[in-house]
């Protein structure tokens, strides 16, 4: 195996690569890209089909919703693929985000655990369900708060990996991201949610690593991007 090599450029495919080696890459995806495929030819332009494009042999791993842009893994072969899903199942990445909120969020640090299922009726909307919803559960921490405009910057850990589930969450407790009209954000040019950070072992090495993506929106001035937890 070649040594892993980082690389931080566009390829023509119109994605950003932020690591590279024979095991497994990382791509930055802007936000209004498909993770996937979805239904129709209008919806078949993705990550996926870009990445597969360049790297025929590339799988992916998880997905983000189109909004949200940031970091998606893409495993080299099957093998690796299904090496790196068992990390995701048996939470051994740690994914971090960060997001803009509307209000004063309190307390500074702490952990949402809400249940959350379909909101069948008004898909792709998802709900809180606390008799049939399964548990999800976001850790959370306050980076700064703006008084101006009433907005918090937050820096989020999913545990779980729910669909919509950072979404949900924050709009559960009386914060929906700014820019989430389906879950009564108020209006902006983009979600303002961003997949910051892929923390995990490199299944070859046994080095870790942990690669961050800045985000691609404005944060307030006094916010400051943590390391780690």
């Known amino acids: 195996m070649n040594a892993p090599r ?9 994605y950003e690569l932020v ?7 990382v791509a930055n995806k802007p936000p209004g890209l498909l993770s996937v495929p979805g239904r129709g030819a209008d919806k078949q332009d993705c990550l996926s089909a870009r990445i597969q ?9 998880h997905r983000l919703d189109m909004a949200t842009s ?10 690796m693929q299904s090496h790196l899903s068992r990390l995701f199942r048996e939470r ?7 997001a803009l909120v509307l209000g004063t969020v309190t307390p500074v640090s702490g952990a949402i655990s809400l249940p959350l299922i379909a909101d069948w009726p008004n898909r792709p909307r998802q709900k809180v369900d606390v008799d049939v919803g399964k ?29 919509h589930q950072l979404r949900v969450h924050l709009k559960a407790i009386g914060h929906p991201i700014i820019g989430d009209e389906l879950y009564d954000g108020i209006h902006a040019h983009r979600l303002m949610l961003h997949a910051r950070s892929l923390a ?7 080095k870790p690593l942990n690669m961050t993506s800045p985000p691609p929106f404005q944060l307030p001035a006094n916010a400051i991007l943590p390391d780690a937890w």
């Open 70 to 79: 940031g970091l998606i893994i893409f495993a080299r072969g099957a093998a």
């Open 135 to 163: 548990p999800s559960l976001t850790r959370y921490r306050l980076l700064a708060h703006e008084a101006s405009s009433d907005t918090s910057c937050l820096e989020l850990q999913p545990v779980t990996g729910r669909t």
């Open 92 to 98: 051994l990445v740690e994914k971090r985000y960060i």
């Open 200 to 206: 995990f072992i490199h299944p070859v090495t046994g």
């Open 19 to 25: 690591h590279l080696d024979d095991t497994f890459l």
């Open 53 to 61: 494009h360049d790297f025929p042999d590339a799988l992916i791993i």
């Open 6 to 14: 980082i690389a931080q450029h566009t390829p023509p495919d119109g």
